[in-house]
Each structure stands twice: as C-alpha cells, then as structure tokens.
C-alpha cells in the first residue's frame, strides 16, 4: 500500500519560479525523505527531516513537515531547467521492532521551461 | 568509490526462465534493499537485508528470492518469471537500517513476453 501521496501528479513551470510539490502520509513516522528520479535514471536523495523537526533547508530546496495534518511540503526556489525530474516523497514509518522500510509515493513529475 | 552498481541494465526473458538481478555496493552499508518501480506506482519494496545473513520480506515479495552473503552483494533471483514481474528493479543501500539516505543503483529494466 502506498503510504505517501504526492500532489499534484504533473507541474509545469518556467525557468526561475517556483515550484511546490505536497506529500500526505497515513501513519506515524521516524522521518520523510524527498528523493529526485532523473528520466530513465536511479533516485538521488534530496534532503531527509526527522518527525520532531518542522523545516528544513539545503540550498534551493526548502521541505516542512506538519505531523498533525500528516504532510510535508518541497519547495524549489529559482527552478533551473535541470530540475526537470520526478520527485518522491518516502516515509519511514514507526514500526517497533523492525528495521526501518521506506515506502514511496507515487511521485511528481516536474517539467522547468526555458 | 563505485556505489551501487547494477547489471544488467536490460534483460529480456521468457515466461518460466529464472534469472539473477546482480547488485553490489562499496560503500560497507549493512542495509540493502530492492524495489520495483511500475508506471503511476511509485517504488515498491520487496525484499531487504539488514546484515550479511539477514534478509526480510517488503511489500511485494512472491515470486523473488534473496540472499546476502557478502556485506557488498545482493542477489535477487526470479524464480520462475511471469508477465507481471515486467519492471523496472533498482537496488538501494544504506548506512544502516535506522532509516537513513538510501543510495539507488541505476537500475535493470526487465521484460517478461
């Protein structure tokens, strides 16, 4: 089952805006990982928050993380044409006893214009 | 350092053939892990190790087998290969198995006729 949800499905932007992807999740976590699918390529971790931590920043990238309403946010600053990718968010989820397992959301497939 | 690296990258097999995905890391992560990744499904994980020794099943296990005898090498075999295993399979590792940065392979692109 899908544990994340990301939202929307599709985004296109032009060079230099702003890009804003969404995450919802269904259960209690330890962290929410954001992670870059470049076409025909393997993912590539973007940034991970912790559940006691609500922001967090690595150069253009900004995530926040609502535990309460069981969502996270990535926002790209100033796209870049290069940022074309799909992103996804993964969860790893409290799971007592048991070694840690990342569950994937569908995805969302990011497309920066010149 | 190489990372995790992943062979085949393509591979076509017939209904029942039996095959092995190949992955190896040199980083000295004790956790690895595969998953299948299928259009508008996002990735799914189905089988992972926490140590040479230790395997687990993950969401969508039937159908595969693991083994981790080596801390650098996971093996994952088709058994006995159907269409519905047509996929995309990248291996991943990490550190440990405390839920850290997973580090992705580039992946095998398998089809089933």
């Known amino acids: 089952s899908q544990q994340g949800e990301e939202d929307p499905q599709a985004l296109s932007i032009q060079e230099g805006e702003n890009a804003t992807m969404n995450c919802s999740y269904k259960t209690s976590i330890n962290n929410l990982q954001w992670y870059r699918q470049n076409s025909g390529r393997g993912l590539v971790h973007l940034i991970l928050i912790r559940s006691n931590e609500r922001e967090k920043h690595s150069g253009r990238l900004r995530v926040t993380l609502d535990t309460s309403k069981k969502s996270s946010s990535l926002l790209i600053t100033a796209s870049r044409a290069a940022d074309t990718a799909s992103y996804f968010c993964?969860?790893?989820?409290?799971?007592?006893?048991?070694?840690?397992?990342?569950?994937f959301g569908t995805g969302t497939r990011l497309q920066v214009t010149l | 350092n190489a990372g995790v690296t992943q062979t085949p990258k393509f591979q076509v097999l017939k209904t029942g053939q039996s095959m092995t995905l190949q992955c190896a890391q040199d980083?000295?992560?004790?956790?690895m892990s595969w998953y299948r990744q299928d259009p508008g499904m996002g990735l799914r994980l189905i089988h992972y190790?926490?140590?040479?020794?230790?395997?687990d099943q993950g969401e969508v296990p039937n159908g595969y087998n693991v083994s981790r005898s080596t801390t650098e090498d996971f093996p994952l075999r088709l058994l006995s290969a159907a269409p519905s295993q047509t996929s995309v399979y990248f291996c991943?590792?990490?550190?440990?198995?405390?839920?850290?940065?997973?580090?992705f392979g580039p992946g095998t692109r398998l089809t089933v006729t």
């Open positions: 991943a590792s990490s550190y440990s198995w405390g839920g850290n940065e997973q580090y």
């Open positions: 980083m000295n992560h004790e956790y």
């Open positions: 190790s926490v140590g040479a020794g230790i395997t």
């Open positions: 993964a969860t790893d989820a409290v799971n007592t006893g048991t070694a840690s397992k990342l569950t």
